[in-house]
């Protein structure tokens, strides 16, 4: 069994990791491991770099071909998607948001990890409307990438 | 209590509806049920239990546990949770059982109606059922019990997953509206007749089609419907189960799907603080629909030692920082009149309590997501073979793959044929749709049957279509050993 389904909260072993080079390019992480039917991911990617063998195999990113352009970000029906960019000491990570209020570009947020638990602040970068789901970048420090999953507005 | 900032749902302010409860005048808002219009204004309970006079709220908000029953301008028993608010009405609790009121009931004469295809429920099943006899010829008659069609899509505010052709990635309530069109452009082509607010009553002797009775509720008199058709459809959906505890017929305490109905229908707050019941995919989902309404989630309780639902929407509110607790359930609630918290029990692996593993939680709501059980009892009376499948949710009449019941012309769809998701309940109702216009004549299509038949088993391919799979071969099976035994 995995810890996943006793907690709700994946692990670093649990999905698919980049390179430091592939995330200094910016890539999509797909937080997304069990095989449920589901497979907009793969339509959404311009580059065809996200893959399924069928429709309930969980996707895979070929990080080589993703351009990070987060287009699936807003499109996974389980909010799953985030792109991670490292930029210097700085890292860039676009999360779906679907709460009130909306924070606006340069707005300091609070930053959460998978827990819910708050790991320090954010600064917003872009905010970008896809339906009714927010697509939203954030700055943060470059050590916590790959813990920050959500924001306190 | 009324929700008036939300990130998917726009909530307008509606015209207001002055009405009457106890001799008080209340306001409610245009598009309100009665239960609705009681609840924004802060009133929870709306019966009292018959044995004991404690104090009872709704379970369900579908119209079909009962404990909203009220009398409403003198009638008794009208289920409020669903009935539609009108001005200038009065409500009032009823005394037990009710009193039959010295009232005529039904306009006169009753109204025949001929129709090839009658379709019972305007949820995805029913909808797709109707769509799809209608396009391919058949007349067709789509009745449901609610002020308007959609069934339970109309309250799913999450983008729904499945396969890009059957609209993954889309939001229930966007579903809904796309399916209401194009079912009002049929009306319009008069190829469909759509009739809301109104209840199939019963099935009926006839001497060659099949004959039901409706009846459509209007303000004064009610009219009643003799239906005759060549084929019905049932997609009747499901109902919400209840677990066994203290205080569970407590005003605050109610099903997943009511609290989904009050703040996404309606929108209006189901209360401040929520004890989840249940982390199958229902009580994720709700749990974070709450969160989005502004409403507090304390945290999802689940009896097995793993969460049911899918990871991807654990995740969603675990970093919302909603804990999840395995192997733990609810002993009881606390509260008098209304719910002020629940204790909580850690189960041992054989789901037993752990002794003095409890811990009191303050809150004043408790949603319990805890399975569905299929609406079938229509189909009970109408005489379907039925048979008790655990992994279809209880009773379901059995079927083939054409979805056509023991009785010749009998279709059934979606949740009411064993529980699953919305996604196939839709392919389920294409499915049964198309095979009543094959058999009518309507059309000869039969490619495009097997092409539904297939997209459903990819649907079911996976590790969480175990379940739906193991019903339905089990159905099938039994269907036919019926068949063979008669």
Redesign the interface.
Known sequence: MHQYEKTGILCSKDFQIPTEEQLKKGVAILECVQEIPCNPCVASCPVHAISMKDINAPPMNDFEKCIGCTKCVGICPGLAIFVIKKVGKKAWVTLPYEFVPVPKVGDTVQALDRTGSLRGTALVKKVIKQGKTMVITIEIESTFAMDIRNIRV | MRIR????IDFKKRKELPFYFEKKKFVGEEGDTIASALHAAGVKTLTKSLKYDSPRGFFCGIGKCSSCLMRVNGVPNVRTCIAPLKEGITVEMQDKLGLLPDAEFFDKPKKTLQVNVLVVGAGPAGLCAALESAQHGASVLLVDENQCVGGQLIKQT???????QER??T?GIDIAKELENNVLQLQKEGKIQVMTDATVIGYYESDKNHRFGVVQRCEYLNSLYDVRCDAAILACGAMENMLLFPGNDLPGVYGAGAVQTLMNVYGIRPGDRVLMVGAGNVGLIVSYQL??A?IAVDRVVEAA???GG?????????????P?M?SHSIKEVCGDEKVEGAVIVRLDENWKPIKDSEEYIKCDTICLAVGLTPSTRLLSQIGVDSEYIPEAGGYVALHDDSMQTSISGIYVAGDASGIEEA?TAMIEGKIAGLAAAIDLGCTKNKKLLTQYREELA????????EKPRIAKKKIAKMKETHHASI
């Open positions: 900032s939300h990130p998917i999450h983008k729904f997953f499945g396969s890009k993954a990635g939001r969160l989005q502004g030692p793993v969460i899918y990871n991807v929407h654990a995740a969603k509110l675990r970093r919302c920082g909603v999840i395995t996604s990819h649907l079911r391919a996976g590790p969480f279509g």
